[in-house]
C-alpha cells in the first residue's frame, strides 16, 4: 500500500462536528485501527454496566451503542470495498443505522461481545489495507447519492467512523462521569 491522493475529490475536507480530516491518508486509519479496540475496552470499562447503556439523550446512542455500530459499520464498509473490486463500477447501497441499531438490539449486547466485534473489525480493516495497491485504491462503486466512491474514499469513510464515534464515547464518558 502507498499513499496517493484521492482519486475523486472528497466534497467536505473535514467533519465539523469531529475535525475528522478526510485529505488524511490510510496510515493513519491503520493507526486508529489499531489503537481502537483498547481505547473502547478501557472507555467502556470506566462505567458500570447500566451506565454504559444509558443514554444521556433520547436522540444520542450510549457507549454500548457507539461500540457495537462501531463493530458493524467497520465490516459494511469492507463489504463496500469488497463489492468494488468484485464487480464493476457497482451501485453501493446505503445504510439506516438507527434502525441497525435497534433491529441489532445494540443495548443489549454484553461489553465483551462489542469489544470482540470491534477487535476482530480493525484486524480486517488493517487486513484489507494492507492487501491494496494503488491500482485497488482507485476503482470506483457509485454511492448512494449517484457520486463515485473510490476504495480509498470507502476506506478514509471507515476511518472518520472511528474518530467521530471515539468522540462520542469521551464525551458520553465525560457527561456520565461529570
Not at 472528497?10 to 475528522?20: E, L, M
Not at 485529505?23 to 486508529?32: A, I, K, Q, R
Not at 451503542?65 to 468484485?86: C, F, K, N, S, T
Request: proline share 4%; net charge negative; glycine share 6%.
Amino acid at each position: 500500500m502507498s499513499q496517493i491522493q484521492h482519486a475523486v475529490p472528497i466534497a467536505v475536507q473535514r467533519c465539523v462536528i469531529c475535525g475528522f480530516d478526510f485529505g488524511t491518508g490510510l496510515d493513519d486509519c491503520v493507526t486508529h485501527a489499531t489503537e481502537l479496540p483498547e481505547l473502547l475496552q478501557e472507555t467502556l470499562g470506566k462505567v458500570d454496566s447500566a451506565a454504559v447503556r444509558h443514554r444521556l439523550a433520547p436522540w444520542e446512542w450510549s457507549m454500548l451503542e457507539y461500540g457495537a455500530h462501531l463493530g458493524e459499520v467497520i465490516p459494511w464498509y469492507l463489504g463496500r470495498v469488497q463489492q468494488v473490486l468484485d464487480e464493476d463500477r457497482p451501485q453501493l447501497q446505503p445504510m439506516d443505522w438507527t434502525i441497525e441499531a435497534e433491529v441489532g438490539e445494540y443495548r443489549r449486547r454484553s461489553v465483551q461481545r462489542v469489544c470482540a466485534d470491534v477487535d476482530q473489525a480493525c484486524r480486517s480493516l488493517i487486513a484489507m489495507i494492507n492487501s491494496l495497491d494503488d491500482d485497488h485504491l482507485r476503482r470506483e462503486g457509485i454511492g448512494s447519492d449517484g457520486s463515485p466512491r473510490t476504495i480509498e474514499v470507502l476506506l478514509t469513510r471507515a476511518d472518520h467512523e472511528i474518530i467521530h464515534h471515539e468522540r462520542d464515547l469521551r464525551r458520553a464518558l465525560d457527561r456520565l462521569q461529570g
